[in-house]
């Protein structure tokens, strides 16, 4: 299989507060256009917020008519900050990044492969190509509004997240570093001119 490769995000010039907290903090990073932030979101955070009253919650790239809706939802425990590239550093700075979404299925879900080479544990939709990123004891992949509670429920006790991040890291490193990618190509490009030099 050779994945999409991804660069590791650029780290933050603060040092990295995950160590030093311990409140949990989940962020949503995501391209600010109204298809990717539909308004079933709001509902699906109200209850998410109302179950898990240690969360602190960030956005990336919300539209404005939308933030102080969930601001609400959020029992005003949101931070909201606006897309761009390097909105990427705050993958070091979150304990996991959930993205859900109710109709729209990620090919890919290359935020969810950069979220994981930064150690920050994917929270995502158990459809399309997050299936193919997100492993047991690397991030959760959830099919309901419950399994993404039980996913926060998980990561409430420091030790456990710090080992999911750990390993999600170490998972990230080999599936989709740019060195693993040039390694599976190399083998590719390998194997297929061995093919062509035995052929008649």
Sequence with gaps: MLYQPVPRPPRP??????????QLVVGRLCTPTA???????????ARLSQEHPQVAWVFVGCPP?????????CQERARFHPAGWGARQRLWEWDALLYHHPTLAESFGRTAAEALRAGCIPIVDDRGGFREQVTACTGFCCGSVADFSRALETLRRVPKRRAWSRRGMARAEAR?????????FRRLLTAGAEVVGESP
Excluded at 13 to 22: D, F, G, I, K, P
Excluded at 35 to 45: A, E, G, Q, S
Excluded at 176 to 184: I, M, N, T, Y
């Design 13 to 22: 010039q603060r040092s990295e507060t995950r160590a030093l907290r311990e």
């Design 35 to 45: 298809v990717k932030w539909p308004p079933m979101l709001v509902p699906f955070y």
């Design 65 to 73: 008519e939308l933030a102080a809706s969930l601001m609400t939802a």
């Design 176 to 184: 989709f570093s740019l060195a693993a990618f040039r390694e599976r």
